[in-house]
């Protein structure tokens, strides 16, 4: 039997376990039984990609720990992130008249997982859910810590809630049909804790980085592992974003500017996160807030990750709108994480749009 590795996400009431274990898809049925000894049914939400993978090994584990299992599959991509599709998850929730303490069980990666944690939000005003995620991503960040949403046409992830999960169950074995693009990206968000917090780790995803792109057992089950462990240690200091889980952003206020620039349909989410720390980190030497080199310790760092560090062409003006739209802004304020240096992440309040014209056209 492989080992477990677990997690405990301590939040009172809201409290929950982070379980990883390699081949552990077909062992869901119990552990949902364990935690819903009550329940008679179920609903597994996944997508056309991921379901005709794992949809009947997570089903017949269910069903064998006597679950009866509805399911909804949604059409797979980052533009069906919508309240339309959420509200076709809706219809199927009304349809199975699944009851308040029946829960959901979100097969996918981050946009399965955001859009089915909204649902169980909504739904008779919140019925509990089960994250099994499917890609790097969501191993290492979204199923983790209870940020749910879909997107909106002014902006993406702008309608959605807080509401954790009940469970997080991890299988890494199933990142082996993952596509390698998706592979890397969800290594960009898992080095982003070594660059927020801890420089060894950094260094140790950059050392590993051939081994970890081959998903070499080891070194990929220690990566979500650890990223876990950031993710829910923030997240317990700070479930709702008030203060120190905003560092999670780091990147995230160009990425989000780069994926609404380019329509969500040039980069990948975590492609969009590698550029946008590149980007925080020369900012960070510019205001001098960095020493000389940071920006090179990362761009070296995501290459060897095989991620894109060089942003696309706008104006600074287009860059300036599309942040201004970014929903982590206070008011009117751009906010961004910038860096100390690799390994130590702050929020500076009082950059200017100054300093970011003279961002971008370094670029030029
Ligand atoms: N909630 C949070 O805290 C949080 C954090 C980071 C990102 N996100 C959100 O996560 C989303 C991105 O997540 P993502 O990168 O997982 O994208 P995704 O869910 O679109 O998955 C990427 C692609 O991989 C496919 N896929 C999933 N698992 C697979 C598998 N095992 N084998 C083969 N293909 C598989 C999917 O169908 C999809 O085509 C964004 O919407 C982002 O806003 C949320």
């Given amino acids: 039997m492989k080992k477990t590795d677990m997690y405990h996400v301590a939040l009172g009431e809201r409290s929950y376990d982070i379980r990883l274990q390699s081949g552990s898809l077909k062992n ?82 981050g946009v399965v997982g955001d859009m089915a944690g909204f649902a169980a939000a909504c739904y008779r005003r919140g019925i509990p859910f089960v994250q099994v995620p499917t890609t790097l991503l969501a191993q290492v960040d979204s199923s983790v810590g209870g940020k749910t949403a879909v997107s909106h046409p002014h902006g993406k992830n702008m309608i959605g809630a807080f509401y954790q999960p009940k469970l997080v169950w991890i299988d890494p074995d199933v990142l082996q049909t993952l596509a390698s693009n998706q592979l890397r990206a969800g290594l960009a968000e898992a080095i982003k804790y070594g660059a927020i917090w801890d420089a060894s780790f950094f260094n140790q995803i950059e050392r590993d980085a051939q081994k970890i792109l081959a998903l070499d057992d080891t070194s990929i089950n220690q990566i979500i592992l650890a990223s876990c462990r950031y993710k829910a240690e923030i997240v317990m200091q700070d479930e709702t974003e008030q203060g120190v889980r905003a560092l999670l952003n780091l990147g995230h206020t160009f990425g989000h500017a780069i994926e609404a620039m380019t329509h969500y349909t040039a980069y990948l989410h975590g492609e969009g996160v590698a550029i946008g720390m590149c980007m925080a980190a020369r900012l960070s030497e510019q205001l001098a807030y960095a020493p000389k080199g940071t920006e090179a310790n990362m761009i070296k760092a995501l290459q060897a990750l095989e991620l894109p560090v060089n942003p696309p062409e706008f104006t600074a003006i287009e860059w300036l709108d599309a942040m201004g739209h970014d929903k982590k802004n206070v008011g009117s304020h751009i906010r961004y994480v910038l860096l100390k240096k690799i390994g130590e992440a702050f929020i500076a309040e009082h950059v200017k749009n100054q300093d970011i014209e003279r961002l971008i056209a370094s670029y030029a």
């Avoid at 005709?52 to 269910?62: G, I, N, Q, R, T």
Wanted: negative net charge; charged residues 25%; contains cysteine.
């Fill in 28 to 109: 869901i049925g119990e552990a949902m039984r364990d935690l819903f000894p009550d329940a008679e049914h179920c609903m597994v939400i996944s997508n056309t990609l991921v379901a005709p993978l794992y949809l009947d090994v997570v089903k017949e584990s269910l069903e064998a720990s006597l679950w009866q299992v509805f399911e909804h599959i949604l059409p797979d991509g980052e533009h069906f992130k919508t309240l339309d599709t959420w509200s076709g998850i809706m219809d199927g929730l009304m349809d199975a008249r699944l009851s308040r303490n029946e829960p959901i069980v979100a097969l996918g990666g």
